[in-house]
Nanobody, 123 residues
Framework: QVQLEESGGGLVQAGDSSRLSCAVS????????MGWFRQAPGKEREFVGA????????YYADSVKGRFTISRDNAKNTVYLQMNSLKPEDTALYYC????????????????WGQGTQVTVSS
């Protein structure tokens, strides 16, 4: 059983930076590709980015490319989302997700999901 727990959300101002973390329990974290998604009020869940199991591949949504960076530490069973130059439109509930297929994550499909952490960006 794989469990994911996000942390690091909160209230920030436009232009600020923030880092989200996702701790993953389970013996095979290094086998999973990891992704971040977000959902704003009244909107559908949106793909943010994904990272392959070895960190060789990374893929981002156009809306965050150049501002957000995904990284992972397989020794700590943790994946990160570094968010820079935050905008009010980045306000959302952010989820991390895991799947044994990197391609599935890039298509917004995942086997395992966290509960989410709220990020609110004030203007």
């Amino acid at each position: 059983q794989v469990q994911l727990e996000e942390s690091g959300g909160g209230l920030v101002q436009a232009g600020d930076s923030s880092r989200l973390s996702c701790a993953v329990s389970g013996p095979t974290f290094s086998n999973y590709a990891m992704g971040w998604f977000r959902q704003a009020p009244g909107k559908e869940r949106e793909f943010v980015g994904a990272i392959s199991s070895t960190s060789r591949w990374r893929y981002y949504a156009d809306s965050v490319k150049g501002r957000f960076t995904i990284s992972r530490d397989n020794a700590k069973n943790t994946v990160y989302l570094q968010m820079n130059s935050l905008k009010p439109e980045d306000t959302a509930l952010y989820y991390c997700a895991a799947d044994d297929s990197y391609n599935s994550l890039t298509r917004a499909r995942a086997d395992y999901w966290g509960q989410g952490t709220q990020v609110t960006v004030s203007s």
